[in-house]
């Protein structure tokens, strides 16, 4: 994550906290936008083009903004991304708000590698004890499967890496009676 991406996630973070915005409407807000400004050459060119004036841009923006009821807070914040020609880096930034986002709403990102898929009940289960362990309240977890682990989970939520399959409870195991018999 780039220190600019941050930089501008921080400051969208701190005017949502103060205005008391909806956080995850705010964020639905950027992706929509990150999506529209994807999908349309024209769109990235009219922004981008140091030759169209600042107002007829804002006007552009504006258009789009009232079609898809942003909020005046993310229109600002598009502008001022658009007005310091950022707007390639807004991927990005938006990406760098969803994970202050998910920190301030108390969610635990987590990595999960079973060795084999798991059942509605066990991802429960599994997303609760993370929420224990981690003290956050909700976690969104992603799920695959490696077959090498033999059973149980691997489990990483930011750094942290939880390591409960069979795999390297076996290695464990081997290096105890190794070090037992030495």
Do not use: C
């Amino acid at each position: 994550m780039a220190a600019v991406d941050l930089r501008y996630a921080r400051a969208l973070a701190a005017v949502v906290s103060d205005r008391k915005l909806n956080v995850v409407a705010t964020l639905g807000q950027l992706n929509d936008f990150v999506g529209t400004l994807e999908d349309s050459v024209e769109l990235r060119d009219v922004l981008a083009d140091p030759s169209i004036p600042e107002p007829q841009k804002l006007s552009v923006l504006d258009a789009i903004a009232a079609r898809s009821g942003m909020s005046k807070t993310v229109r600002n914040f598009i502008a001022v991304i658009a007005h310091h020609q950022r707007l390639h880096e807004l991927r990005g930034m938006v990406e760098a708000y969803a994970s202050i986002a998910d920190e301030a709403s108390s969610v635990a990102e987590a990595e999960i590698v079973s060795a084999q898929p798991l059942d509605e009940k066990n991802r429960k289960l599994l997303e609760e004890k993370i929420s224990t362990l981690t003290g956050l309240h909700r976690v969104h977890a992603t799920y695959s499967e490696d077959a090498t682990l033999l059973g149980g989970a691997v489990v990483t939520v930011g750094s942290t890496v939880y390591d409960g399959s069979i795999r390297a409870q076996l290695q464990q195991l081997k290096a105890r009676l190794i070090a037992a018999g030495a």
